[in-house]
């Protein structure tokens, strides 16, 4: 099995650490440091982990909650397993057939 690193993002936290309870509060910030996000990105920036993360934004976030990435961040190992790439030597076996019946409604 192959490890597969997460990170776990804590910027909720760290917003509730300022009295920031809404995400919409974030958004006046970020603007006066020249990040311009919509209420819907932000929305998605506070309550799920970013898959993309603009170091514009990162600086921004750090400014406004006076803290430093590795608040905000933290390196995980995830514990699942990872799909192999085609060609490795593990071989997918098929899902198995299954019987289906066909039935035509009562023409009554």
Same mark, same amino acid.
């Given at each position: 099995?192959? &490890?597969?690193? #997460?990170? =776990?993002?804590?910027? /909720? !936290?760290?917003?509730?650490?300022? #009295? ?9 910030? !970020?603007?006066?440091?020249? *990040?311009?996000?919509? =209420?819907?990105?932000?929305? /998605?920036? $506070?309550? @799920? $982990?970013? @898959? =993309?993360?603009?170091?514009?934004? !990162?600086?921004?976030?750090? +400014? ?6 590795? +608040? !905000?961040?933290? $390196? ?5 397993? $990872? &799909?192999?790439?085609? #060609?490795?030597?593990?071989? *997918? ?10 039935? =035509?409604? +009562?023409?009554?």
């Amino acid at each position: 099995m192959t &490890r597969k690193m #997460g990170i =776990r993002w804590h910027l /909720r !936290l760290r917003m509730a650490e300022k #009295g920031m309870f809404q995400t919409s509060d974030l958004v006046p910030f !970020l603007a006066e440091r020249g *990040v311009h996000l919509s =209420r819907e990105q932000v929305y /998605r920036m $506070v309550t @799920q $982990v970013p @898959q =993309r993360l603009s170091t514009d934004t !990162l600086a921004a976030l750090c +400014d406004i909650l006076g803290c430093q990435p590795n +608040d !905000l961040i933290e $390196v995980e190992v995830v514990s699942q397993q $990872v &799909r192999k790439a085609a #060609g490795e030597s593990s071989r *997918v076996t098929p899902p198995p057939a299954r019987r289906s019946t066909i039935r =035509r409604p +009562d023409s009554s």
